[in-house]
């Protein structure tokens, strides 16, 4: 499965960004997936998962009520909605197949990740 993330950019703090994930190789409707973020100098960490049917939806405490991850299993597309962004939010984010038990990722593969740099 190839993974490309998309939607990044620089924006100011309270700002609004949207990321998608395109996945190929696959269709999208046979896994879970979550989105991870890597800040500079920090490991990655889980943001967001979204069960394979897109029924049941995860989130960070750091980030529950600002940011909302959806999927297109027509488009072979994952999305994430991310309002109200802080500084801290900025990362390099990423887009995985993802276990539901442990919110980790099921492959030690990632793709492009996509840069969110949020400004104060």
């Known amino acids: 499965v190839q993974l490309q993330a998309s939607g990044g950019g620089l924006v100011q703090a309270g700002g609004s960004l949207k990321l998608s994930c395109v996945v190929s190789g696959r269709a999208l409707s046979n896994y879970h997936m979550g989105w991870f973020r890597q800040a500079p100098g920090k490991e990655r960490e889980f943001v967001a998962a979204?069960?394979?049917?897109?029924?049941?939806?995860y989130y960070a405490d750091s980030v529950k009520g600002r940011f909302t991850i959806s999927r297109d299993n027509a488009k072979n597309t994952m999305y994430l909605q991310m309002n109200s962004l802080k500084p801290e939010d900025t990362a390099v984010y990423y887009c995985?197949?993802?276990?539901?038990?442990?919110?980790?990722?099921?492959?030690?593969?990632w793709g492009q990740g996509t840069e969110v740099t949020v400004s104060s």
């Open positions: 995985a197949p993802i276990s539901l038990a442990g919110l980790t990722p099921m492959y030690n593969y």
């Open positions: 979204i069960s394979f049917n897109g029924g049941s939806t």
